[in-house]
């Protein structure tokens, strides 16, 4: 019997134009009044989960989320901490210098504010042009900060480091971005133009596993990115959106529609009528 349905939310819980569909929305909806709880399971922050959590009315029925890939676990209703690791300050300055060498920018969150060192620097091209910053910043509520060097200024712990660039230039260096970290961190795409850093272990899986009061197979999960595939190998049943890499629907148990197309909707009327 599934209990828990978890979502990831970019390509898979939003279609396109970033919404919730009226028919997933619904479906959702009914699966809370029958007692079954969602999870919110992104590399997003707290903060840039909370508009789908109020959307789909999670806060009146214990929603969880799984922020930054797996590094923070929390209850959207009582704000209760259920799993929280985040890389220290010693890492997270070495990732930062390394980076200097390549052409990404890196961003890093700490209260109200996203810092970075160049917010002009701020478009990639997926083809169309897209300013990553402007999304950012006003999909999960924080106001953007520059500062001259990253690696100096920083004097907090985080549970990730995003960085974005050109899809064709991540893809050339992303494994000299990650190498000498290889041992210490998790590094990963969570979208073609998005590389993150973690700490060593983290993932959504992993996260799950460590806080939630559900077995495996009382979960359903849905995901789209590499990011996703540790959720969806844990899960009872995983689906993978039809708009999904071919390595995350390689694992999948079911590949459904795509999030143009209510593939949660689908999938959900199919398996549980």
Same mark, same amino acid.
Not at 86 to 115: C, E, R, S, W
Not at 119 to 148: A, M, W
Not at 246 to 273: C, M, P, Q, R, V
């Given at each position: 019997?599934? =209990?828990?349905?978890?979502?990831?939310?970019?390509?898979?819980?939003?279609?396109? =134009?970033?919404?919730?569909?009226?028919?997933?929305?619904?479906?959702?909806?009914?699966? &809370?009044?029958?007692?079954?709880?969602?999870?919110?399971?992104?590399?997003?922050?707290?903060?840039?989960?909370?508009?789908?959590?109020?959307?789909?009315?999670?806060?009146?029925?214990?929603?969880?989320?799984?922020?930054?890939?797996?590094?923070?676990?929390?209850?959207?209703?009582?704000?209760?901490?259920?799993?929280?690791?985040?890389?220290?300050?010693?890492?997270?300055?070495?990732?930062?210098?390394?980076?200097?060498?390549?052409?990404?920018?890196?961003?890093?969150?700490?209260?109200?504010?996203?810092?970075?060192?160049?917010?002009?620097?701020?478009?990639?091209?997926?083809?169309?042009?897209?300013?990553?910053?402007?999304?950012?910043?006003?999909?999960?509520?924080?106001?953007?900060?520059?500062?001259?060097?990253?690696?100096?200024?920083?004097?907090?712990?985080?549970? =990730?480091?995003?960085?974005?660039?050109?899809?064709?230039?991540?893809?050339?260096?992303?494994?000299?971005?990650?190498?000498?970290?290889?041992?210490?961190?998790?590094?990963?795409?969570?979208?073609?133009?998005?590389?993150?850093?973690?700490?060593?272990?983290?993932?959504?899986?992993?996260?799950? &596993?460590?806080?939630?009061?559900?077995?495996?197979?009382?979960?359903?999960?849905?995901?789209?990115? &590499?990011?996703?595939?540790?959720?969806?190998?844990?899960?009872?049943?995983?689906?993978?959106?039809?708009?999904?890499?071919?390595?995350?629907?390689?694992?999948?148990?079911?590949?459904?529609?795509?999030?143009?197309?209510?593939?949660?909707?689908?999938?959900?009327?199919?398996?549980? =009528?």
């Amino acid at each position: 019997m599934i =209990k828990v349905i978890l979502l990831d939310i970019d390509g898979t819980l939003t279609n396109s =134009k970033k919404e919730i569909s009226p028919r997933t929305k619904e479906a959702l909806l009914k699966a &809370q009044e029958q007692g079954i709880t969602l999870a919110l399971c992104s590399g997003r922050t707290d903060n840039g989960l909370m508009r789908y959590a109020k959307e789909l009315d999670m806060i009146h029925h214990n929603g969880l989320f799984v922020c930054f890939n797996g590094g923070k676990v929390m209850n959207c209703q009582t704000n209760e901490v259920l799993f929280n690791q985040t890389m220290n300050i010693q890492t997270i300055k070495a990732i930062l210098n390394h980076l200097k060498q390549f052409d990404v920018q890196p961003v890093i969150t700490n209260g109200k504010y996203m810092y970075v060192t160049d917010v002009f620097k701020n478009e990639i091209h997926v083809p169309e042009t897209f300013n990553v910053l402007q999304y950012e910043s006003r999909s999960n509520g924080y106001l953007l900060c520059e500062v001259d060097d990253l690696a100096e200024f920083v004097d907090f712990e985080v549970n =990730k480091i995003l960085t974005y660039g050109e899809p064709e230039y991540l893809k050339e260096h992303y494994l000299e971005m990650s190498e000498p970290f290889k041992d210490t961190l998790n590094s990963m795409f969570t979208a073609p133009f998005y590389f993150e850093y973690t700490d060593k272990g983290i993932d959504k899986a992993k996260a799950i &596993q460590e806080s939630f009061p559900f077995k495996p197979e009382e979960m359903i999960a849905f995901g789209d990115a &590499q990011n996703d595939i540790s959720m969806l190998s844990y899960a009872g049943i995983g689906v993978a959106m039809a708009n999904a890499t071919d390595e995350t629907k390689a694992i999948a148990d079911f590949i459904t529609k795509s999030n143009d197309e209510d593939g949660i909707a689908y999938a959900l009327e199919k398996f549980y =009528k």
